[in-house]
């Protein structure tokens, strides 16, 4: 019995290596996919029938250019095996995002969610009303596309903030505060099937970075991704002793900075998002007093004036950012003192300031131990945080729908 069960454990992992190559790459040869994936020829023959029989793969077979010999097979996902809804949940607004078992975007919309400068605030931050208002987003991106809520193998769920993964369960954040939402309980109560993955939205960005440097020629042990803007978010990646990343969100943002960065949005003081998030920035700019209770939301606009103004020498206004880029710096000494030197890739809203925070932040780096002996880590500036969301999201989903639809079907 143990034997049969380890043999098709091996099975399933091996399957699971020959559909994320397809992801990747795909459509396929049986040569690439054997090449891809390490695995024997015949290892790759019996799992590509298989997966053919019970309905997960498809076969095309391609002519030779020469219009002679045997035609070429080449294998690809059938798309429609599987779907998955991602969900984005930023400060402003939710997206909603399906894509199909092979992860090419379908449908796509955004909600506003309202903001505490606009009109509709109080419904903004109220955790009842938002799950409505995802429980009829998720119906209604399901109905644009005539699916089935049965058909959804799998819904990723991203905010900034506390999420207990496993329960799919967000803890706090910088939207609902401490008003915990179980996004499991949720859709199950509305009748959805799906998986509920729940992650912070900055690993999901550390994630697509490790999956992205992996197919490189040089993949780093680990990596971090820092994401700026209204609130600090930082996201780990490693690799673990199988090749599989290992992702992680510590609660870098509300991490201790120095207790006069002032009051935090999250009630404690002095965390880095209390100098570095941009009410931190405004506030210092400002010299409005810094246990003043911050704002939820800084308009954009403002921000890129305070911007103009410190770029134009404004004393103010400079030191405010290079007070950001300090509470940045030390933050990530203390991160490399304690988990080791790594790659860190700056991205987010807040990268269009980030030439007024680099330098103070260098600076705050180098006075670590650390850092003075083991050099300043490489700092990457990424501008696409929204697709490696996203990415992230299929490389989590994906995952989860492949594990689904292997222990149902094979
Ligand atoms: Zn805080």
């Known amino acids: 019995m143990l034997t049969k069960s380890s043999t098709e454990l091996v099975r399933q992992q ?26 024997s020829s015949a290892t790759v023959s019996a799992i590509t029938a298989d997966l053919e029989r019970v309905g997960i793969l498809e076969r095309l077979e391609q002519k030779p250019p020469t219009g002679r010999g045997r035609p070429r097979v080449l294998f690809s996902q059938r798309r429609d095996s599987g779907y998955i809804i991602v969900v984005r949940i930023s400060s402003d ?6 894509a199909d078992y092979s992860g090419t975007l379908m449908d796509r919309f955004e909600e506003a969610r309202g903001t505490s400068s606009g009109a509709g605030s109080a419904a903004a931050s109220d955790p009842k009303a938002f799950c409505a208002a995802v429980v009829a987003a ?8 005539r ?10 769920i991203s905010s900034k903030g506390l999420v207990d993964r496993d329960a799919a369960r967000l803890i706090w954040s910088p939207i609902f505060g401490t ?26 960005v550390a994630q697509a970075l490790m999956a992205a440097a992996g197919r490189g020629a040089e993949t780093p042990p680990a990596l971090a991704a820092l994401s700026l803007g209204h609130s600090i978010g930082l996201g780990i990646a490693r690799q673990g002793r ?10 870098f943002g509300h991490m201790l900075h120095t207790p006069d960065a002032g009051l935090c949005r999250c009630g404690a003081r002095g965390c880095v998002e209390a100098a570095a998030g941009f009410y931190g920035i405004l506030r210092k700019a400002f010299q409005v007093p810094s246990d003043t209770i911050p704002a939820k939301f800084v308009p954009l606009a403002e921000m890129d004036k305070i911007a103009v103004s410190a770029r134009q020498q404004n004393r103010m206004a400079g030191y405010a950012f290079r007070e950001a880029g300090a509470a940045l710096g030390h933050g990530l ?4 003192s ?26 705050a780096l180098a006075l670590s131990h650390a850092v003075r002996i083991g050099g300043m880590p490489a700092i990457h500036v990424v501008q696409d945080e929204p697709g490696l969301v996203f990415s992230g999201h299929l490389e989590l989903a994906l995952q989860v729908v492949d594990a689904s639809i292997l222990s149902a079907r094979l």
């Not at 091996?14 to 695995?39: E, F, I, K, Y």
């Not at 699916?147 to 990723?156: G, K, M």
């Open 333 to 336: 000494a203390r991160l490399i």
């Open 179 to 204: 008003a915990e939402i179980d996004f499991a309980a949720l859709l199950a109560g509305a009748g959805w099937d799906a998986t509920v993955v729940l992650s912070n939205e900055t690993l999901l």
């Open 242 to 251: 199988g090749g599989e990343t290992e992702a992680s969100a510590p609660n």
């Open 93 to 98: 607004t939710v997206q909603y995002s399906l």
């Open 138 to 145: 998720l119906d209604r991106l399901a109905q644009r596309s």
């Open 14 to 39: 091996n399957s699971s290596l020959v559909l994320s190559a397809l992801r990747r790459g795909g459509p396929l040869a049986h040569t690439d996919l054997s090449v891809l994936t390490g695995l």
């Open 147 to 156: 699916l089935e809520r049965r058909q959804v193998v799998a819904v990723s």
């Open 338 to 363: 304690l988990y080791g030197a790594m790659p860190i890739h700056v991205t987010g809203l807040g990268l269009r300031y980030f030439d007024l925070m680099h330098q103070s932040m260098e600076e």
